[in-house]
Each structure stands twice: as C-alpha cells, then as structure tokens.
C-alpha cells in the first residue's frame, strides 16, 4: 500500500463491470447482467449523433450549464407525472450518470464526519460503495426475505442514533424489483427535515412509479433518474436529479465544472426529443418480462419474484435453500448459464436476470431448461 494513500481504502477493490465474466465465456453473450436496454439507438438517431459530433467544437469545453438539456429534461419530467405545479429547469442537476448524483449528494451531505447514510440491503451496491470511498460510514437494515420490504422498525432505530444525515431507497428496488410500499413512503414522508431521502427511480419508465408530484412539498427529498436504461443511452453517462431548488443548487456547487462531455449532452437531447419513438420499446418489454416470468416460472426449482423494472430476481426455492447447498448450486447455474452463452448476475443470493430481446430471453431460458436437471 503507498504510505501516502488513506489507509481505509486497502480493502477496497475497483469497480468490477461485470463480476464472474471470464473469457471462457463464448464470443457472443448474451449481456443480461447490467439491466441496459437490449437495443441501441435506431440507425436515424445515430446518424444524427454523427452529425452533432460533425458540427461540435472539439477544442471548446461543453455547455458547462447544461441548460438546454435541463429545459428538455424539465419538460420530459413534467410530462410524466400529474403535477400540481411543473418541474422547473432550477430544479434539475444533470450528472455523469446517476452514479455521478450519488456522490455529489453524499459530498453535500455527508463527508467530512458530517453524517452516515441509511440503506436497505439487498439494494443498490453503488450507494455503499461511494459512501466509502469518501469515508462516509454506512448504516444498513434488512428487508423481509419473500416480499423484500424494509424492515421499517429497524430503520427508525438507525434513525433514532442521530447520525443518518441521507436514506437511499430504489423505487423500484435492484436487484429485488419491488416499488416501495405504502407503509415505506409514509415513512420516508414522516423524516425530519434535516435528512435527506434519495429516491433513485432508475426503472421509472419501466415501472411508471414516481415521487415527483411530492417534491413540491418536501425540500428533503431528491429523485434520481437515469438515461441508461429504458432511454438506451448507457454508453453516454448521464443522469439526473429533480428537487427543490436548493438543493437542485447544491449539487451544481458541488459537481465538476464540465462533467457531461458534449457529446453526452447531444446525445441526451437527442434521445429526449426522440423520446416518443424510444420509449415504444418500453411496453414491449414489458411484455417480454412477462413471458420470461411464465418461462422461469415453469421451473419449480426455481423462486421468480414480481418486477416492476425491466429484470427478474429468482432464488432457488425455499426447499433446497433449506437443504443449505444452495450457494453451491446457484454458483454452478451461473457458471453454467454463462460457460452457454448467458450472462446474468449472481448477486444477494439468488440471480438477476436483465429482460433482454425475445431472442436472448429465449436463449436464456432454453439454457435454464438444460442446465437445471443437472444442478442437484
Ligand atoms: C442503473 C442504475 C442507476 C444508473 O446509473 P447511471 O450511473 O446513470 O448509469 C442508478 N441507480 C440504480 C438503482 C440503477 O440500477
């Protein structure tokens, strides 16, 4: 370890993008591991992206303001949600991805001894995982093993130490795909105002779920969202961030200057104006997590939990978790479904499957079909 490195990043090993992929996996995978849209953008939209990277300065920095891409997220925003009163563009931050907010919010809020943050495991590993590398200590509480709610008692306990300064809930949850529940947001409304509630509605276009029309009302609350998933726009890093003005503020202050490259923000706009034609491809999913529910499903080894995103959680069943074998055996189906070609994550004890193209669904599950009479 370099004698002038913070000792408490020894344990810590770099972002893996793909955790157990090796090369012995064939030359074409199905990538149901990520949770990105199966399909890139249409050939149209490319091209007009060539034709913005054309016309772009390269020797000038980007919009550092990022303010007609805030207008065009504001509108987008605004059209999603029954609002009281419309989203306006000083209520949004645009990051470098959502992963980008996550941190600006944790620097805002909590570093420099000034607070933990609350998460609910299995969740998210992002939120822990910057958390650390700023020294940020992390509380965490369990969610009920069938329906994966928040083990709500146990939060307010955390909460009652005094020291959570901001709670990170997914709405829908990753890798779990459950909304929060009714009896969750009363009691993320009924925090006191001096902590922050994060909720990151990365699956909104799936799930159609949203806090927003609250954000009015509660300067304490932050929504997330990303262009990586149903907007197709992974490879280009972005996200954002609606709130109250403030806050929306602070995370200006606190961002790099020039954090989205111009191509990103092309891309944004772009995807935003297009936004119709992309997100066609939402119900089809949608369609497609439901034949892959009934596929899984068939499986009796197999424990399918309802979605409201666009991946499945399964675990093998409660008869042969109870055998205690199971994490061998839910090792070898990942080894194996990915040594034929599909790549999923192994992640909080059971499996997380993307919902990819029918092709790769099927593929998926003819995989499954094979692998399982041999796994026990
Ligand atoms: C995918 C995902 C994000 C998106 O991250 P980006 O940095 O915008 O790609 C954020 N939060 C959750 C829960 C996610 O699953």
């Given at each position: 370890m370099l004698p002038f490195v913070r000792p408490d990043l020894a344990h810590f090993t770099a972002y893996q993008p793909?955790?157990?992929?090796?090369?012995?996996?064939?030359?074409?995978?199905?990538?149901?591991?990520?949770?990105?849209?199966p399909y890139d953008l249409p050939d149209a939209l490319k091209q007009k992206l060539n034709g913005a990277g054309q016309t772009l300065e390269s020797n000038r920095y980007p919009d550092g303001t990022h303010a007609d891409l805030k207008a065009a997220i504001a509108e987008y925003v605004n059209e999603s949600a029954v609002l009281e009163a419309a989203i306006t563009p000083d209520q949004i931050s645009v990051g470098n991805g959502s992963d980008e907010l996550i941190r600006s919010l944790l620097i805002a809020t909590c570093v420099a001894g000034a607070g933990s943050i609350l998460v609910a495991k299995p969740t998210f590993s992002m939120y822990g995982i910057l958390a650390q590398t700023l020294g940020v200590p992390v509380l965490s509480v369990d969610r009920c093993l069938?329906?994966?709610?928040?083990?709500l008692a146990a939060a307010a306990r955390c909460l009652a130490q005094?020291?959570?300064r901001a709670v990170f809930m997914v709405?829908?949850?990753?890798?779990?795909?459950n909304p929060l529940t009714m009896a969750e947001l009363d009691w993320l409304r009924s925090l006191p105002d001096q902590v922050l509630v994060v909720i990151d509605e990365a699956y909104f276009e799936f799930s159609q779920t949203t806090v927003v029309g609250e954000l009015r009302q509660r300067s304490n609350w932050v929504v997330l969202r990303t262009f990586s998933k149903a907007f197709r726009l992974a490879a280009h890093r972005v996200g954002y961030a609606i709130a109250h003005p403030e806050l929306a503020a602070v995370l200006e202050k606190v961002r790099?200057?020039?954090?989205?490259p111009a191509m990103t923000q092309a891309a944004a706009a772009i995807a935003l104006a297009h936004r119709q034609e992309l997100l066609t491809i939402v119900p089809m999913l949608l369609a497609e997590r439901e034949k892959l529910t009934q596929g899984l499903e068939a499986c009796p080894v197999l424990q399918v939990y309802p979605s409201a995103a666009n991946f499945l959680f399964v675990r093998l069943n409660e008869a042969i978790r109870e055998q205690g074998s199971s994490d061998a055996a839910l090792e070898k189906l990942f080894t194996a479904l990915r040594s034929r070609g599909s790549l999923v994550r192994k992640i909080s004890g059971g499996l997380r499957i993307t919902v990819g193209s029918p092709a790769e669904n099927l593929r998926t599950l003819s995989r499954l079909q094979e692998i399982l009479p041999t796994l026990l």
């Open positions: 793909h955790p157990g992929d090796s090369s012995s996996a064939p030359q074409t995978v199905d990538r149901l591991d990520t949770n990105e849209n069938s329906t994966f709610e928040v083990d005094g020291c959570v709405h829908p949850n990753s890798p779990t795909g790099l200057p020039y954090n989205l």
